[in-house]
Nanobody, 126 residues
Framework: QVQLVESGGGLVQAGGSLRLSCAASGRAFSNYAMGWFRQAPGKEREFVAAITWSAVSTHYADSVKGRFTISRDNAKNTGYLQMNSLKPEDTAVYYC???????????????????WGQGTQVTVSS
């Protein structure tokens, strides 16, 4: 089983950028598809972006399309979420997640991901 640790969160002004990292350890990261999700206070966890094991395919929530970019470096066992043009409504705890089954396809369903990191806080001030 792989273990995931997120980093890179913080406080940023609206319009700013942050880059989140998701470091994987244990089993080879290339065995997993990866996703990013977020959860704001009082709200359900929601899909943000996903990428297949080979990075051939990516998918984004409409709310972040054109502003966020998901990527991965399997040689470094690390996934990334580049977030540009941040808005106050992007404020949330961001989680990376991994899925070993069907690593070649994209899913936005959080219940299909079987490994989760502890989350990193992103706060965007207006």
């Amino acid at each position: 089983q792989v273990q995931l640790v997120e980093s890179g969160g913080g406080l940023v002004q609206a319009g700013g950028s942050l880059r989140l990292s998701c470091a994987a350890s244990g089993r080879a990261f290339s065995n997993y598809a990866m996703g990013w999700f977020r959860q704001a206070p009082g709200k359900e966890r929601e899909f943000v972006a996903a990428i297949t094991w080979s990075a051939v395919s990516t998918h984004y929530a409409d709310s972040v399309k054109g502003r966020f970019t998901i990527s991965r470096d399997n040689a470094k066992n690390t996934g990334y979420l580049q977030m540009n043009s941040l808005k106050p409504e992007d404020t949330a705890v961001y989680y990376c997640a991994a899925r070993s089954s069907g690593r070649w396809y994209i899913t936005t369903n959080l219940y299909e991901y079987d490994v989760w990191g502890q989350g990193t806080q992103v706060t965007v001030s207006s």
